[in-house]
């Protein structure tokens, strides 16, 4: 037997030992607790969506799994500390779509300490939630035109969001824009602080899901004055989009998505992914999705890594022409 040969046996036994391997790991993944970072304060749309999910990846997958809040920064400490982690599927986060833009709006870039296209392993878009203009019942508006005329009364109308760099803080200052109106952002460390404000008239008005404010829509404390969506949304059918009362740029989608660290195996990748695909099919999760105002969405981890590459590109480009920044 030639050396040559004997080198090309020796590399194709070692290539099967790999797989082999690599096949025995996926088989036996979890065998220990999974931590799942939530990088925002407990109470939120976030932090309960992933409690839902934790609790049923636990049932299917026999291991316990911990939500880890870790607030901070706009969720770019949370990101962080999971970019940081070992790539073995055990850190997990659980990301907003906030994720995608706020080193743009803080200007943190490489100082955050990760590369948001990069700097991850996608596994799955868990959701979409549509975005909503929603009023104090105390001032009340009763559309549209009652906050736009408030605006453009002489004073700034402002608005709660929860966080600078948020989803909300950009559609704020694109409807804003679209008005041709004066908006002054409040920021808040989290969605419960917003929406307490707001409910109490300390604010008029919040850009805001709909979980947090539906239980106080039927008895007039909220009333939504407009959906940020394409369409009106099947979680409330009677509220206009923005484009049907005349500001057809309004249009702004919320998501969530699972990530993994950098560099995740695609084994586990795909265990993950199959996972919560059969998650967001179970009735009690979409019924209960749907009360924190989120649709599933699902699909390959493709979906999600091409969702997240597109709002930084399209919200780049909003955040530099309006000169949004941190407040």
């Known amino acids: 037997m030639t050396h040559t040969r004997r080198l090309a ?8 030992a790999a797989c082999a391997s690599g096949l025995a790991w996926a088989d036996t993944y979890p065998s220990k607790p999974i931590t799942l970072v939530v990088a925002y304060p407990a109470g939120g749309d976030t932090d309960a969506l992933a409690r839902l999910y934790a609790e049923k990846l636990s049932a299917r997958v026999g291991q316990p799994v911990v939500v880890d809040n870790r607030p901070g920064a706009s969720g770019i400490i949370g990101s962080a500390f999971v970019s940081k982690a070992a790539p073995d599927g055990y850190t997990l986060l659980l990301a907003p779509s906030t994720f995608s833009i706020a080193q743009l709006v803080l200007k ?3 100082a955050s300490g990760y590369d948001v296209l990069n700097g991850f392993t996608p596994i799955v878009q868990t959701g979409s939630l549509p975005l909503f203009l929603v009023a104090s019942g105390a001032k009340g508006y009763t559309g549209l035109k009652d906050a736009v005329a408030a605006a453009k009364g002489g004073k700034s109308l402002s608005y709660a969001s929860p966080g600078s760099g948020s989803p909300m803080h950009i559609l704020g200052e694109m409807f804003a824009r679209a008005s041709g109106t004066s908006l002054a952002h409040v920021p808040y460390k989290g969605v419960a602080p917003a929406v307490n404000d707001v409910l109490g008239g300390h604010v008029p008005v919040t850009f805001i899901t709909l979980g947090p404010v539906a239980p106080y829509m039927p008895n007039g404390k909220m009333v939504p004055l ?3 969506s394409r369409e009106r ?7 206009p989009t923005f484009a049907e009362l005349g500001y057809k740029d309004v249009e702004l989608t919320a998501w969530n998505g699972l990530w993994g660290p950098r560099n995740l195996p695609p084994e586990i990748v795909k265990t993950l992914n199959g996972h919560f695909n059969e998650i967001l099919k179970m009735p009690d999760i979409v019924a209960r999705m749907a009360v924190l105002g989120t649709t599933p969405v699902g699909g390959d981890a493709d979906v999600l890594a091409k969702t997240n590459a597109a709002d930084f590109a399209r919200f780049g480009k909003v955040i530099k022409e309006l000169g949004i920044q941190a407040d």
């Open 9 to 16: 046996i020796a590399a194709a036994v070692s290539l099967a």
């Open 108 to 110: 943190t870039g490489s």
């Open 226 to 228: 407009a959906v940020a």
């Open 233 to 239: 949304s099947p979680l409330a059918p009677k509220v």
